[in-house]
């Protein structure tokens, strides 16, 4: 009891809840704290109920809860439980907590990739994988395409940065080759969007094209060498079904795609008018290398197989008081999904994900029983939602911002909770897109009302913004964040950032994120208490959260 004790006099989340009895919501209006202890009790996080959720959603039963497989069915039911038991209203299918989905998953066939080459004196075969990668389709189980070559630099379109490849080219009925990642001079958030792999399918899909190559650049290269994504040849590529029975999200027109090794990038563009050496020398100058037609016609040809599955999100709502306010909801969102059975000869083969993202499903759930132990709700709805399909690509977020249970046009914010790393006591915390929209002042007030300060986001070639949830709320709309713990440590000998990189070179996507890593339950009570702030500053503030004028994703999306 002292310890919560001594969080209920520092929590202003109280202060500004009891305030609600007297319509003085932000002010110190408590007249006794002891009147109100069972109240104050229920509104500090409680770690042991964060331990819990965490302990059973990473345990060895669930099998790493992957998307459509019985363990995360499991899962899904125990947080539906969770929600019920909270009193949390059901947003799902007819009258339930699950919003179901089904998804088409699909598996290239390894024995069948090919990829023949011909050109005026010169006819070849490229080998699979050493040469060339390719992935499932889709759309057929077995497709092929034969078109001719041009190169298109980067891909993209981007008249707001003034940059068009595909000016002066024609690529009607041909395949592209595109370079990954895109250039230097782009701003990291709006150039990671409009240099996407789905926006560069969309561009050579709109002019034309019929199959995509996309060949690595040397800070790609670095990034993530060849021999590395050697490693993912068996991964199944996923997406939502519409209700006719075909899959979201995919471009039809292009009927074929390879990622070229360099060796094979270099030997194919030896046949051009430039060799490969000159367009990364232009790279190297930072400079935007132009197009031109490569003398080759070429063959893809692939076989996949499809499996039709269902998975669900979980979805619970904590209706607002104010009688208009109510009418508009802020969205929490973690996924609860993580990959599954790890393919490796070692004996630990199960990726539990307790990091990613049992930590992050556990304090939505802890801040959810908070909000619902309020005596007054607040003014705005509070929609609980713990999607599916993040690990395949975001799917569940996606389908859940297309295709929601409250009206649309209704959700005005979204917080998203990814991955926090909860092993040190942090002094700050990082809100991806807080500079985007108002919710950026209103973060930074919830944090101040904890003692944490906001921090910029500390690595934004990673372009963490558009690689979460949050993003396909994003998309829809609406203005969103993705909170973290922050790098600083209240511990001066604890580097927080060297902590972080420790955690992604040893455990992230490895059977090591279980639950024997040293958590550190002061740190989940802090991201729960600060979060639990954000939601009620945005639930209870007069003005809807709205983007910023500047903002590159407020002008695409918000209009």
């Known amino acids: 009891m002292k310890f919560i004790s001594q969080k209920w006099l520092k929590l202003s989340a109280i202060s500004m809840t009891s305030a609600l009895f007297f319509g003085c919501a932000g002010q110190h209006a408590v007249e006794s704290n002891k009147a109100y202890a069972p109240v104050a009790n229920a509104l500090v996080p409680n770690t042991q109920n964060i331990k819990a959720h965490m302990s059973f959603l990473a345990d060895d039963l669930l099998k790493g809860r992957e998307t459509g497989s019985p363990e995360h069915e499991i899962a899904s039911l125990y947080i539906a439980g969770e929600f019920a038991k909270y009193g949390l209203k059901p947003a799902g299918d007819n009258g339930t907590y699950l919003q179901r989905i089904n998804f088409r998953k699909g598996l290239l066939v390894q024995e069948s990739p090919t990829f023949f080459v011909k050109g005026d004196n010169t006819e070849f075969s490229l080998s699979y994988p050493d040469d060339y990668l390719s992935g499932p389709d889709l759309l057929s189980t077995e497709s092929s395409v034969t078109a001719p070559l041009v190169f298109v630099g980067y891909g993209v379109v981007a008249p707001e940065l003034n940059h068009n490849d595909y000016e002066g080219l024609d690529v009607e009925g041909k395949i592209v080759v595109t370079l ?15 240099a996407s792999g789905s926006q560069k399918s969309k561009y050579a899909a709109e002019r034309g094209a019929v199959g995509s190559i996309t060949i690595s650049t040397p800070t790609s290269e670095k990034v993530r060498p060849y021999k590395n994504l050697l490693n993912f040849l068996h991964t199944p590529r996923m997406r939502w079904m519409h209700d006719d029975g075909t899959p979201a999200n995919v471009t039809k027109e292009l009927k074929g795609s390879a990622y070229l090794a360099q060796p094979t990038a270099k030997r194919i563009f030896s046949f051009g008018p430039t060799p490969l050496e000159d367009i990364y020398a232009v790279l190297e100058e930072d400079g935007i290398p132009k197009g031109f037609d490569i003398p080759l016609t070429v063959t893809l040809g692939r076989e996949s197989t499809h499996e039709d599955l269902t998975s669900p999100n979980v979805a619970g709502i904590l209706e607002g008081s104010d009688p208009v306010l109510k009418n508009e909801y802020i969205v929490f969102t973690a996924h609860s999904d993580h990959i599954g059975i790890a393919r490796t000869v070692k004996k630990d083969k199960i990726n539990n994900g307790a990091m990613d993202n049992a930590t992050g499903t556990s304090v939505l759930m802890e801040t959810a029983r908070m909000f619902a132990s309020l005596p007054i709700a607040p003014k705005r709805s509070i929609l609980f939602l713990a999607v599916t399909g993040e690990e395949k690509g975001l799917l569940g977020a996606d389908f ?4 929601p249970t409250v009206p649309k046009g209704s959700m005005v914010a979204n917080v998203n909770l ?18 985007h929209s108002s919710m950026g002042a209103s973060v930074a007030q919830a944090a101040k009302n904890v003692g944490l300060e906001l921090s910029e986001d500390p690595w934004p070639e990673q372009n963490l913004f558009t690689r979460s949830d949050h993003y396909s709320f994003v998309k829809q709309g609406v203005p969103a964040v993705f909170l973290v713990p922050g790098l600083q440590s209240k511990d001066p000998n604890i580097d927080g950032s060297k902590v972080f990189g420790e955690f992604l070179a040893t455990n992230y996507h490895k059977p090591g994120d279980d639950m024997s890593q040293p958590f550190n339950w002061d740190a989940a009570h802090t991201f729960t208490e600060v979060n639990f702030q954000i939601g009620l500053t945005l639930a209870n503030q007069d003005e809807t959260p709205s983007w910023n004028e500047d903002s590159f994703f407020g002008n695409t999306f918000g209009k």
């Open 180 to 194: 990954s990642g895109k250039p230097k001079s782009f701003p990291t958030e709006e150039g990671s969007h409009l």
């Open 418 to 435: 990814d991955m926090p790393i909860l092993t040190y006591e942090f002094a700050d915390v990082i809100a991806f897109g807080a500079g």
């Open 400 to 403: 859940y911002a297309r295709n």
